[in-house]
């Protein structure tokens, strides 16, 4: 029997960006300053990346269109919430003050056997792919990401958590001396480092992507270099940037902005249109690049994969 | 009256200066659009910067008659209103932009503004300062009598407002409100001593100290209260050198800057004085 199963990424027609909104986005983007350094630096940094000749990967077919045109590089690496650098949205320049390499992740927590691994070593003994994700944030605006990684999934087979590892903690860097968010000040005093976490069985599903490049390159300081999670059915502030830790661990790890706004971000964050943000409605989500408005999706429209993590789990606060 | 002419009709060179002054923020806004700094959602960070504007300009308005008593700036007078009344203008572009960026769904607008506590205080406020406004005329002014002044004393209450709004709606970084906050401290205090006394360096250096204090308290108090941040951990931010200057210093400068101005202005005329009686 052939079951036609409708997939996440296939909208209808009606959804496609008309040719002029596309065509007007470009002649936005040429008006935009500092544009042309960006492209010089995003030049220097490939030159001197030593992952840069993994990319581009090859594109992982089931996730090869996320039904909506991708959001131009130009926007999606200059407008990035990045607390550790400033709480505005514009960090470019200050993120490439970061040095990211040498770099390198520990795990460590419920694990056969804690280690340090550099990047680099990390990257050659995973399978790089592209992705192409939809990204929700929880200021309900998105964008459309191709990402490079590998699956989340991969990763955890590495690390080899026991039986008693029930969640997977993530957590950035913590750099004062660089990033100016994490310098003495009122900042200093939020609960850095950044940390989020999903669970054992969410980490098992085939979504969630360890991303090292975007657009076809290593990732851009920006946006998370050189390593960050990318969770698509989540709002975007569970996609944790810059990672350095990750630990296994059989208590609920507790997010930075769980941390700081409780009644606002919680653990679960899976998005839902029906589900209003204390401050704003969820309903729909302004697209990057366009002058458009949609429809915000159950689990952004991946609820195909994910749905059965949360089955039986109504009583969790599974959209905050 | 125009814009630009004295209450006898003449050309005044301080109204004229103060009205193009006005239209900076708006054409600074505009000039960001036009080149594309507003970055990929223009609407939403021209809301977010139109909002700003609304309370400072509330503030400036609001510092007048305490400027005015304490140099003795009687020509200031002449510009209150204009002020005033460009809080009101980028009060409703602020409300305007919003909703553009709901598409003009008005239906969907009213809906948040009755269901999110920070849009309806913004709202009131709004709809405040419309009220200030149309009341501002000449005509309304006569026409309203002695119930003009108690009506427009609504202002501190809307300016309470604008700035819990501005408060509110902060992701965390509530920065920028506290230091509205802070200036909405100084100017009113600069409003209990009578005129006799306000003219004292001491009175002016003493108020100054206060609304630092109270600026560092109530920000302390809006973090303790509203998010997860630790009330000392703001406190003692306040205490952290080099860091960023923190609104309840920009506030202590500023009451000095004031004191310290007065002090100036008084020898300068006193010396003046001086030099005439001996002439």
């Known amino acids: 029997m052939n079951i036609l199963r409708r997939r996440g990424w296939e909208l209808p027609e009606r959804l496609v960006t008309p040719e002029h909104v596309f065509l007007n986005r470009r002649a936005f983007l040429a008006a935009g300053t500092g544009i042309a350094a960006l492209a010089v630096a995003g030049r220097a940094r490939a030159e001197t990346d030593p992952s840069a000749s993994l990319y581009p990967a090859s594109v992982n077919p089931a996730f090869k269109d996320a039904g ?87 990763f955890v087979s590495l690390a080899k958590p026991l039986a008693s590892a029930k969640f997977v903690r993530f957590e950035t860097f913590n750099l004062p001396d660089v990033a100016a968010g994490q ?58 940037k810059g990672i350095v830790r990750v630990s296994f661990t059989s208590e609920r790890p507790i997010g930075f902005w769980e941390q700081l706004q409780a009644s606002e971000y919680g653990f679960w964050a899976n998005v839902n249109p029906e589900v209003a943000h204390p401050r704003w409605s ?7 690049g366009t002058d458009e408005q949609i429809p915000t999706q159950l689990f952004n429209g991946y609820g195909e994969y994910v749905a059965a993590l949360y089955a039986g789990m109504e009583k969790e606060p599974l959209y905050m | 009256m125009y814009p630009w002419t004295d209450r006898s009709g003449r050309f005044s060179a301080l109204k004229s200066a103060v009205f193009a002054g006005l239209f900076l923020p708006l054409l600074w806004l505009i000039w960001r659009w036009r080149t594309g700094d507003l970055g990929p959602l223009p609407i939403d960070e021209a809301t977010l910067e139109s909002g700003r504007w609304t309370v400072r300009m509330i503030v400036i ?30 009060a409703l572009l602020h409300l305007s932009l919003y909703v553009a960026d709901q598409k003009f769904d008005l239906g969907r607008v009213a809906s948040e503004i009755a269901l999110r506590l920070y849009l309806t205080i913004g709202f009131a406020a709004v709809f405040g300062l419309v009220v200030l406004g149309v009341t501002s005329t000449n005509a309304a002014v006569r026409y309203l009598g002695r119930w003009w002044k108690p009506l427009h004393r609504v202002a501190y209450a809307i300016a309470g407002l604008g700035i819990l709004h501005f408060f509110m709606q902060s992701k965390i970084d509530a920065t920028q409100a506290a230091l509205m906050m802070g200036f909405f401290i100084l100017v009113m205090l600069y409003r209990v001593p009578n005129a006799a006394r306000l003219r004292s360096v001491w009175t002016l250096a003493g108020i100054a100290i206060m609304a630092a204090f109270l600026t560092a308290g109530l920000e302390a108090t809006w973090y303790g209260a509203a998010t997860g941040i630790k009330p000392l951990a703001v406190l003692q931010a306040n205490l952290l050198f080099p860091g960023v200057i923190r609104p309840a210093w920009v506030v202590l400068g500023t009451g000095l800057a004031v004191a310290l101005l007065w002090f100036g202005q008084r020898t300068w005329a006193a010396q003046k004085r001086q030099l005439q009686a001996a002439a």
Not at chain 1, 77 to 103: C, D, G, M, V
Not at chain 1, 184 to 195: A, D, E, H, K, Q
Not at chain 1, 223 to 229: C, D, E, F, I, S
Not at chain 1, 283 to 288: F, K, M, N, P, Q
């Open chain 1, 183 to 240: 310098k003495p000040g009122l900042f200093s005093s939020m609960p850095w480092p950044y940390v989020e976490g999903v669970t054992i069985a969410e980490a098992g599903n085939e979504l969630p992507f360890m991303v090292t490049g975007a657009y076809g390159k290593p990732l851009p300081k920006s946006m998370g270099a050189p390593l960050r999670l990318h969770l698509p059915w989540k709002y975007g502030f569970k996609s944790i």
């Open chain 1, 282 to 288: 969820q309903a729909s989500e302004r697209v990057l």
């Open chain 1, 68 to 154: 909506r045109d991708v959001t131009p590089f130009e926007i999606n690496s200059t407008y990035n919430n990045y607390y550790e650098f400033n709480t505005s949205k514009r960090i470019y320049e200050q993120a490439e003050a970061l040095p990211i390499r040498p770099w390198s992740v520990v795990i460590d927590g419920e694990v056969e056997k804690p280690v340090t691994i550099a990047i680099d070593d990390l990257l050659k003994r995973m399978t790089l792919e592209e992705r192409v994700y939809r990204h929700r944030c929880v200021e309900a605006w998105s964008m459309v990401v191709p990402w490079t990684g590998f699956a989340l999934s991969e």
């Open chain 2, 61 to 90: 308005t609001l510092a007048i008659t305490p400027l005015q008593r304490i140099f003795g700036w009687g020509r200031l007078a002449l510009v209150r209103r204009q002020v005033g009344l460009a809080a009101m203008g980028y």
